[in-house]
């Protein structure tokens, strides 16, 4: 399978408090995306590590990458209600055909 | 506006009938893809497309239908509607390689 497998299914968490997403992939990748997608919305692209970097951070999300575990991390510090959302990981590049193929992805809610 | 457009926003088709889904970008990005998502099974690729006059079947083409004329337009035609193509529909495009993927807001399609 060409997905990323995201874990947990589903995740709840009061507000100010860090949320840890973690991704699974298969094959060898150039780079792993994470989007949000609001409830009836467009995925919204939020970070791309490459495969040559262990750490990213925006804002508040912090991306790791262990490529020789073949698994990657999303950290959202101080979550807020509005971080309520389901989450995906995509693994990309030449062995993927430069397309993107999506898990179910981790549903989060994040309680005020 | 600049961005990713998708129309109609919201569709109700008989089954039998042909409705086509329209997606139009103005980055004059290489790619676009056209993803179904239902309850339970996330986001599935339909047809992508890695410029004009180049298409390719994703995970789940049968019953559709794509063209890319010019790099801004992608329709996504459903020749005979069915049930089972209910569905919430999603475009997206991209410059490729180490470049996110951005969404159009996407169509809610019912067939009856």
């Known amino acids: 399978s060409q997905q990323g497998e995201e874990d947990p299914q589903a995740l709840s968490i009061q507000e100010g408090e860090n949320a840890t997403m973690n991704c699974s992939y298969k094959?060898?990748?150039?780079?792993l995306q994470w989007y949000r997608q609001n409830s009836g919305r467009g995925l919204v692209h939020l970070i791309l590590?490459?495969?040559?970097?262990r750490e990213k951070h925006s804002g508040r999300l912090r991306v790791t990458l262990d490529t020789s575990k073949k698994s990657s991390s999303l950290l959202i510090t101080a979550s807020r209600a509005a971080d309520t959302a389901s989450y995906f990981c995509?693994?990309?590049?030449?062995?993927?055909?430069?397309?993107?193929?999506f898990g179910a992805g981790t549903i989060l809610r994040v309680k005020s | 506006d600049a961005g990713i457009t998708q129309s109609p926003r919201y569709k109700i088709t008989e089954t039998g009938r042909q409705v086509t889904l329209m997606c139009h970008q103005t980055?004059?990005?290489?790619?676009m893809f056209w993803y179904r998502q239902d309850l339970g099974h996330g986001l599935r690729l339909i047809y992508y497309?890695?410029?004009?006059?180049?298409?390719d079947k994703g995970e789940v083409p049968d019953g559709y239908v794509v063209s890319r004329s010019k790099t801004e337009n992608f329709p996504l035609t459903l020749e005979s509607a069915t049930r089972s193509q209910t569905s919430v529909y999603f475009c997206?495009?991209?410059?490729?390689?180490?470049?996110?993927?951005?969404f159009g807001s996407g169509t809610r399609l019912t067939v009856v």
């Open positions: 997206a495009s991209s410059d490729g390689g180490n470049y996110g993927y951005t």
């Open positions: 094959t060898s990748i150039n780079n």
């Open positions: 590590i490459r495969s040559n970097e």
């Open positions: 995509a693994p990309g590049g030449m062995e993927y055909g430069n397309k993107l193929v």
């Open positions: 980055w004059s990005h290489s790619y």
């Open positions: 497309s890695a410029a004009a006059d180049i298409t």
